[in-house]
């Protein structure tokens, strides 16, 4: 049975050691930070695959991202966009080392683009890059299961807070959700929905959910676990 994880970047993500282990992880983001959690590092390190998908603006060298690539075994960078609507990616990163040499970087396939959304923005997308990284996961590595860790959907957020595991966008820690690129997503039941089609959709594959949100959810394909923070 083939099994892949895909971990987001909010407070649930704490709880990792409640997922079993898979030999593919998809991580979203800026991801330093959180792979400084000893049972994160453990996780990534006991997958034999690792993919990232990122976007363009969360991508942070001068704090430490571009270590992260020699960390793991990453295969490759999947941008968050179909090529219809990529803005153009700059030379730095398709200079990204990982452990074998040069990552490639590729775009979505436009297989996902039945199961997207329009925006001002873009004509196709996702309501959030974790989202863009499910649809990725079940279109693209087509897994028997999907295990998810860190979508709480921004629910709960503080004041100052980001809604992050780090209470980072990536950057630098403690970048607060004033910035910008905290706030690039659409709103929680918009996100929500979103998620609720693709399992529906999808109902040849089993998906378990590890959230710290109030999402409510029943589907036969569908397992929820919950952490209170």
Do not use: W
């Amino acid at each position: 049975m083939k099994t892949v994880t895909l971990l987001c970047r909010g407070d649930s993500l704490g709880y990792i050691t409640s997922v079993p282990k898979a030999n593919h992880s998809v991580i979203v983001n800026g991801f330093h930070y959180e792979a400084e959690n000893e049972f994160i590092d453990e996780y990534l390190s006991a997958s034999s695959t690792v993919t990232h998908v990122l976007s363009l603006a969360a991508y942070f060298p001068r704090s430490g991202a571009a270590e992260l690539y020699k960390k793991y075994n990453f295969d490759k960078i999947v941008l968050p966009y179909v090529k219809e609507v990529s803005p153009s990616i700059p030379n730095h990163f398709l200079q990204i080392e990982g452990r074998d040499g040069v990552l490639p970087v590729e775009n979505l396939d436009d297989i996902n683009k039945e199961d997207m959304i329009s925006h001002p923005r873009y004509a196709f997308t996702s309501p959030s890059s974790g989202l863009d990284a499910l649809l990725y996961i079940v279109n693209q590595l087509k897994p028997d299961e999907v295990n998810i860790i860190g979508m709480d959907f921004y629910e709960n957020i503080g004041i100052v807070g980001t809604g992050y595991f780090t209470n980072s966008i990536g950057k630098e820690r403690n970048d607060h959700a004033n910035n910008e690129l905290a706030d690039r997503h659409d709103p929680t039941d918009l996100m929500q929905d979103f998620f609720k089609k693709v399992v529906t959709k999808k109902s040849n594959i089993k998906f378990n959910m590890y959230t710290a949100s109030n999402f409510e959810f029943e589907a036969d394909n569908f397992n929820l676990e919950r952490f209170i923070p």
